[in-house]
C-alpha cells in the first residue's frame, strides 16, 4: 500500500524538463532520508536522487548535472526537478522515505515508506 503520493508525471519532448512532487504527511519529515528511483520496463528499480537530513543531495551519474532533488518541511514535500530530459529518462518515478540520520541510501532496501508512481516518458 502507496504511503506517499507522488505527481507531475507526464510526457515531455527530448530537451525539456518536468517537475515531480512527493507529499509525505505524518511522516517524521525532516530528519529522514527522502529518495527519487526511477523503473524502466524489465529492469530494476534504480536510484535517481538522494536528499539526507542535512540538506546534501545525492545522484546518481546519470542524471547528475540535469536533475536536482529539493524538500519544503513546512509542506512536508520534496521534489524531483528534471531538465534536459532524453529518451533514456522515460521510466515509473518512485518517491521513497528511508531512516533518520541516514547519510547516504542508494538501494531500495534503505527505504521502507514508498509512493504509488508516477510515469515520466520523453520522446524524441
Known amino acids: 500500500q502507496a504511503q506517499l503520493i507522488e505527481s507531475g508525471g507526464g510526457s515531455v519532448q527530448a530537451g525539456g524538463s518536468l517537475r515531480l512532487s512527493c507529499a509525505a504527511p505524518?511522516?517524521?519529515?525532516?530528519?529522514?532520508?527522502k529518495g527519487w528511483f526511477r523503473q524502466a520496463p524489465g529492469r530494476d528499480r534504480d536510484f535517481v536522487a538522494s536528499?539526507?537530513?542535512?540538506?546534501?543531495?545525492s545522484y546518481d551519474d546519470s542524471v547528475d548535472g540535469r536533475f536536482i532533488i529539493s524538500r519544503d518541511s513546512a509542506k512536508e514535500m520534496f521534489y524531483l526537478q528534471m531538465h534536459l530530459l532524453n529518451p533514456e529518462d522515460t521510466a515509473f518515478y518512485f518517491c521513497?522515505?528511508?531512516?533518520?540520520?541516514?547519510?547516504?541510501?542508494?538501494?531500495?532496501?534503505?527505504?521502507?515508506?514508498w509512493g504509488q508512481g508516477t510515469q515520466v516518458t520523453v520522446s524524441s
Open positions: 536528499l539526507n537530513y542535512n540538506g546534501a543531495p
Open positions: 521513497a522515505l528511508g531512516p533518520p540520520w541516514a547519510n547516504a541510501a542508494r538501494e531500495t532496501t534503505d527505504y521502507t515508506d
Open positions: 505524518g511522516r517524521a519529515f525532516d530528519n529522514r532520508i
